[in-house]
Protein backbone atom coordinates (compact mmCIF):
# COMPACT_ATOMS: atom_id res chain seq x y z
CA UNK A 1 0.00 0.00 0.00
CA UNK A 2 1.40 3.73 -0.03
CA UNK A 3 3.09 5.28 2.49
CA UNK A 4 3.36 9.21 2.80
CA UNK A 5 6.09 10.71 4.88
CA UNK A 6 6.22 14.24 5.72
CA UNK A 7 8.34 16.60 7.48
CA UNK A 8 9.41 18.57 9.13
CA UNK A 9 7.43 17.46 12.30
CA UNK A 10 8.06 20.96 13.65
CA UNK A 11 8.51 24.23 12.20
CA UNK A 12 8.90 27.67 13.68
CA UNK A 13 9.48 30.83 11.21
CA UNK A 14 8.74 34.55 12.03
CA UNK A 15 6.00 36.19 10.53
CA UNK A 16 6.63 37.70 7.49
CA UNK A 17 9.04 34.68 6.13
CA UNK A 18 7.76 31.27 3.89
CA UNK A 19 7.40 28.07 5.47
CA UNK A 20 7.92 24.61 3.44
CA UNK A 21 6.41 21.81 4.04
CA UNK A 22 7.27 18.58 2.23
CA UNK A 23 6.22 14.95 1.59
CA UNK A 24 6.89 11.64 -0.23
CA UNK A 25 5.02 8.70 -1.42
CA UNK A 26 5.93 5.33 -2.39
CA UNK A 27 3.40 4.37 -4.82
CA UNK A 28 4.15 5.33 -8.64
CA UNK A 29 -0.02 5.14 -9.13
CA UNK A 30 -0.81 7.90 -6.43
CA UNK A 31 -2.64 10.48 -8.63
CA UNK A 32 -3.96 13.28 -5.94
CA UNK A 33 -2.48 15.18 -3.19
CA UNK A 34 -4.34 17.09 -0.57
CA UNK A 35 -3.56 19.26 2.11
CA UNK A 36 -5.20 19.66 5.30
CA UNK A 37 -4.79 22.56 8.12
CA UNK A 38 -5.59 21.73 11.61
CA UNK A 39 -6.15 23.76 14.03
CA UNK A 40 -6.32 22.91 17.98
CA UNK A 41 -9.23 20.97 18.81
CA UNK A 42 -10.95 21.59 15.13
CA UNK A 43 -11.08 19.24 11.93
CA UNK A 44 -8.80 19.18 9.51
CA UNK A 45 -9.48 21.39 6.59
CA UNK A 46 -8.46 21.54 2.76
CA UNK A 47 -6.18 24.45 1.84
CA UNK A 48 -5.10 23.01 -1.51
CA UNK A 49 -4.66 20.04 -3.51
CA UNK A 50 -2.69 18.72 -6.96
CA UNK A 51 -3.69 16.20 -8.83
CA UNK A 52 -0.61 14.22 -11.13
CA UNK A 53 -1.56 15.87 -14.27
CA UNK A 54 0.17 19.35 -12.96
CA UNK A 55 3.43 19.68 -11.16
CA UNK A 56 2.05 23.49 -9.22
CA UNK A 57 -0.84 24.82 -8.14
CA UNK A 58 -1.44 28.57 -6.14
CA UNK A 59 -3.64 29.65 -4.26
CA UNK A 60 -2.87 33.14 -2.74
CA UNK A 61 -0.26 32.60 -0.34
CA UNK A 62 -0.33 29.16 -0.60
CA UNK A 63 1.55 26.90 -3.31
CA UNK A 64 1.53 23.09 -3.64
CA UNK A 65 4.87 21.62 -6.09
CA UNK A 66 4.60 18.18 -7.11
CA UNK A 67 7.44 16.27 -8.70
CA UNK A 68 6.37 12.70 -9.86
CA UNK A 69 9.56 10.99 -11.11
CA UNK A 70 10.69 11.69 -7.63
CA UNK A 71 7.55 11.15 -5.71
CA UNK A 72 7.52 14.13 -3.64
CA UNK A 73 5.41 17.18 -3.34
CA UNK A 74 5.71 20.47 -1.24
CA UNK A 75 3.15 22.93 0.64
CA UNK A 76 4.47 26.47 0.43
CA UNK A 77 3.57 29.24 2.41
CA UNK A 78 4.58 32.84 1.68
CA UNK A 79 4.16 35.74 3.53
CA UNK A 80 3.53 33.58 7.11
CA UNK A 81 1.21 35.28 9.16
CA UNK A 82 0.47 34.24 13.57
CA UNK A 83 -2.89 32.98 11.60
CA UNK A 84 -1.22 30.73 9.92
CA UNK A 85 0.17 28.47 13.05
CA UNK A 86 -1.39 25.51 12.90
CA UNK A 87 -0.90 21.58 12.33
CA UNK A 88 -0.57 20.82 8.50
CA UNK A 89 -1.18 17.10 6.99
CA UNK A 90 -0.51 15.89 3.54
CA UNK A 91 -2.20 12.66 1.90
CA UNK A 92 -1.95 10.74 -1.07
CA UNK A 93 -4.32 9.00 -3.06
CA UNK A 94 -3.43 5.68 -4.62
CA UNK A 95 -6.77 4.88 -5.73
CA UNK A 96 -7.57 2.33 -2.93
CA UNK A 97 -10.59 3.41 -1.08
CA UNK A 98 -9.07 5.95 2.02
CA UNK A 99 -6.05 8.35 1.75
CA UNK A 100 -2.84 7.84 3.39
CA UNK A 101 -1.86 10.84 5.27
CA UNK A 102 1.95 12.37 6.82
CA UNK A 103 1.89 12.21 10.39
CA UNK A 104 1.93 16.39 10.15
CA UNK A 105 3.60 19.21 10.61
CA UNK A 106 2.76 21.44 13.79
CA UNK A 107 4.07 25.30 12.43
CA UNK A 108 4.49 28.31 14.56
CA UNK A 109 4.55 31.67 13.18
CA UNK A 110 5.80 33.81 15.69
CA UNK A 111 5.07 37.55 15.64
CA UNK B 1 -25.25 24.65 3.84
CA UNK B 2 -24.14 21.01 3.07
CA UNK B 3 -21.68 19.72 6.03
CA UNK B 4 -20.63 16.99 8.10
CA UNK B 5 -21.89 17.33 12.14
CA UNK B 6 -19.93 15.00 14.99
CA UNK B 7 -21.79 15.37 18.14
CA UNK B 8 -21.05 15.62 21.13
CA UNK B 9 -18.29 17.79 21.50
CA UNK B 10 -17.23 16.25 24.51
CA UNK B 11 -17.94 13.24 25.85
CA UNK B 12 -16.89 11.82 29.03
CA UNK B 13 -17.08 7.76 29.56
CA UNK B 14 -16.59 5.73 32.89
CA UNK B 15 -14.49 2.43 33.10
CA UNK B 16 -16.77 -0.60 31.64
CA UNK B 17 -19.25 2.05 29.44
CA UNK B 18 -19.68 1.45 26.00
CA UNK B 19 -20.31 5.24 24.48
CA UNK B 20 -21.44 6.33 20.46
CA UNK B 21 -20.13 9.33 19.26
CA UNK B 22 -22.46 10.39 16.04
CA UNK B 23 -21.59 11.74 12.52
CA UNK B 24 -24.25 12.87 10.09
CA UNK B 25 -23.17 14.58 6.89
CA UNK B 26 -25.63 16.11 4.06
CA UNK B 27 -23.34 16.09 1.01
CA UNK B 28 -24.68 12.90 -0.37
CA UNK B 29 -21.17 11.42 -0.23
CA UNK B 30 -21.16 7.70 -0.38
CA UNK B 31 -17.90 6.92 1.78
CA UNK B 32 -17.47 7.70 5.04
CA UNK B 33 -14.32 7.28 7.91
CA UNK B 34 -13.61 7.54 11.59
CA UNK B 35 -9.65 8.46 12.74
CA UNK B 36 -8.45 8.46 16.20
CA UNK B 37 -6.14 11.50 16.92
CA UNK B 38 -4.28 11.33 19.76
CA UNK B 39 -2.33 14.35 21.20
CA UNK B 40 0.73 15.32 18.72
CA UNK B 41 -0.08 11.98 16.72
CA UNK B 42 -1.51 12.17 13.36
CA UNK B 43 -4.50 10.39 12.22
CA UNK B 44 -5.30 6.87 12.67
CA UNK B 45 -7.96 5.05 10.52
CA UNK B 46 -10.60 2.76 12.95
CA UNK B 47 -13.14 2.06 10.35
CA UNK B 48 -14.51 3.72 6.91
CA UNK B 49 -17.68 2.31 4.74
CA UNK B 50 -17.68 3.36 0.80
CA UNK B 51 -21.89 2.16 1.04
CA UNK B 52 -24.69 1.53 3.13
CA UNK B 53 -24.95 -1.59 5.17
CA UNK B 54 -21.45 -2.26 4.36
CA UNK B 55 -17.88 -1.30 6.25
CA UNK B 56 -14.52 -1.85 6.62
CA UNK B 57 -12.04 -1.95 9.63
CA UNK B 58 -9.23 0.34 9.06
CA UNK B 59 -5.92 0.26 11.15
CA UNK B 60 -7.11 -0.09 14.72
CA UNK B 61 -10.57 -1.35 14.76
CA UNK B 62 -10.08 -3.11 17.79
CA UNK B 63 -12.93 -2.29 21.11
CA UNK B 64 -14.83 -0.36 17.92
CA UNK B 65 -17.49 -1.21 16.42
CA UNK B 66 -20.02 1.03 13.56
CA UNK B 67 -22.95 0.36 11.91
CA UNK B 68 -23.95 2.13 7.98
CA UNK B 69 -27.90 2.08 8.04
CA UNK B 70 -28.29 5.40 6.44
CA UNK B 71 -25.95 7.02 3.67
CA UNK B 72 -25.90 10.20 5.73
CA UNK B 73 -24.89 8.37 9.01
CA UNK B 74 -22.20 6.56 10.36
CA UNK B 75 -22.23 6.19 14.24
CA UNK B 76 -18.68 4.84 16.25
CA UNK B 77 -19.59 2.39 19.05
CA UNK B 78 -16.45 2.82 21.81
CA UNK B 79 -16.73 -0.45 23.22
CA UNK B 80 -15.71 -1.09 26.79
CA UNK B 81 -12.68 -3.60 25.34
CA UNK B 82 -11.02 -0.51 24.12
CA UNK B 83 -8.80 0.16 26.90
CA UNK B 84 -7.38 3.48 26.14
CA UNK B 85 -10.23 5.33 24.64
CA UNK B 86 -9.54 9.10 25.58
CA UNK B 87 -8.94 10.36 22.22
CA UNK B 88 -9.78 12.90 19.87
CA UNK B 89 -12.50 11.29 17.14
CA UNK B 90 -12.56 12.55 13.46
CA UNK B 91 -15.14 11.35 11.22
CA UNK B 92 -14.92 12.48 7.20
CA UNK B 93 -17.03 11.68 4.47
CA UNK B 94 -15.91 11.90 0.34
CA UNK B 95 -17.27 11.46 -2.74
CA UNK B 96 -16.75 7.88 -3.84
CA UNK B 97 -15.31 6.89 -7.29
CA UNK B 98 -12.60 9.41 -8.59
CA UNK B 99 -9.96 11.31 -6.33
CA UNK B 100 -11.09 13.64 -4.28
CA UNK B 101 -10.28 15.28 -0.91
CA UNK B 102 -12.21 14.39 2.28
CA UNK B 103 -14.53 16.70 4.41
CA UNK B 104 -13.82 16.21 8.62
CA UNK B 105 -16.21 17.24 10.86
CA UNK B 106 -15.29 19.25 14.05
CA UNK B 107 -14.38 16.26 15.92
CA UNK B 108 -15.27 14.74 19.60
CA UNK B 109 -13.06 14.55 22.20
CA UNK B 110 -13.73 11.25 24.73
CA UNK B 111 -12.39 11.31 27.82
CA UNK B 112 -12.60 8.47 30.37
CA UNK B 113 -13.59 9.61 33.67
Known amino acids: GENVEQHPSTLSVQEGDSAVIKCTYS??????FPWYKQELGKGPQLIID?????GEKKDQRIAVTLNKTAKHFSLHITETQPEDSAVYFC??????????FGKGTMLLVSP | DGGITQSPKYLFRKEGQNVTLSCEQN?????MYWYRQDPGQGLRLIYY???????QKGDIAEGYSVSREKKESFPLTVTSAQKNPTAFYLC????????????FGSGTRLTVV
Open chain 2, 92 to 103: ASRIQGGSYGYT
Open chain 1, 27 to 32: DSASNY
Open chain 1, 50 to 54: IRSNV
Open chain 1, 91 to 100: AGDSGYSTLT
Open chain 2, 27 to 31: LNHDA
Open chain 2, 49 to 55: SQIVNDF
